[in-house]
């Protein structure tokens, strides 16, 4: 080949070429032509599932606005149901005046044997009765109404005694509490006139149940000032068990509060006996200088002056009302 002359490809070479270009083309047409009817099948397929989705979805939505509409009939209905059951909703009469803070369901036997209490103009007096919430009941001729629940926490000092009134005009601890609340509580169990600490009033009458039956068995702390150090002995005694009047009395734990000051002792007990600490000493030959209750079913008197009161907290009345505390 001479410098500077073009190549020329030959024509055999470049039939070839076009045919092969020919075959190129039918063979990209008929490719296309697939790739078009399967993107038409696809289609297809996609608009028949959308359809059927659509149609399947409205199905659901239309099935969960009948269960909807059905839940909610029968919420109501439910509801107003509950509603009329509350309100005829039988009670025993005994409970009624518990709830109403009157008395305990023991005591709330008591009177209606005794015939002071009446429902609806009728004296009852068959224990066990039951009344409706709507029925008028009356104690002693006054209308009994339940109140709201109060619960009142006192550290309670000395020469006070226990009870909501005293025939020999000694001072109670309701004077101590005058003003806290509209609604009639009562103490919680008793203390001693002289014997100071923690003490409850309230008028939850089945919670005062529970915190006072020995069946429940709640745990009382008191701190006892003797005349004089207690025996080694005789501490053990204490716990082995004292006989006082054909009576056993025992204390739990027993120890020491200052090792240098064997006269302070702490005293643990569960069971409700009248007296019980005063009468355990008192049986060893020892006299109880002061006596002061530190614990009584999870309350403590920490942060409250002597002589002063406080509302429980809500916390702290869930806690007594689960059991949660000894």
Known sequence: MKPNEKRSLPKSF???????????VKKNNSSNIKEKRKKSNYLEKNKSYETSHHKN???????????????NKALKYNSSKKTDTTNNQNIRLN??????????????????????????????????SKIRLSDEVKFNGQIVKIEKKVYILLNKPKDYVTTTSDERSRKTVMQLIRGACREKVFPVGRLDRNTTGVLLLTNDGELAVKLTHPRYQKKKIYHVFLDKNLKKDDLDKLIDGITDNNELLRADIVS???????????VEIHTG?????????????????KLDRVYFAGLTKKGLPRGRWRFLTPTEINMLKMGAFE
């Not at 020491?256 to 702490?266: C, H, T």
């Open 57 to 71: 979805q409205s199905d659901t939505n239309k099935l969960t606005y009948q269960k909807t509409r059905n839940f």
């Open 273 to 289: 006996q009248n007296r019980i600490i005063r009468r355990m000493f008192e049986a060893l030959g020892y006299k109880v200088i």
């Open 14 to 24: 470049s039939k070839k070429t076009n045919k092969e270009k020919s075959i190129s």
């Open 95 to 128: 409970r009624f005046l518990s709830n109403a803070g009157i008395c305990s369901r023991r005591e709330a036997d008591k009177y209606i044997k005794e015939g002071l209490v009446q429902v609806n103009g009728k004296v009852v007096t068959e224990l066990g």
């Open 256 to 266: 020491y509060v200052d090792p240098s000051d064997k006269s302070q002792v702490g």
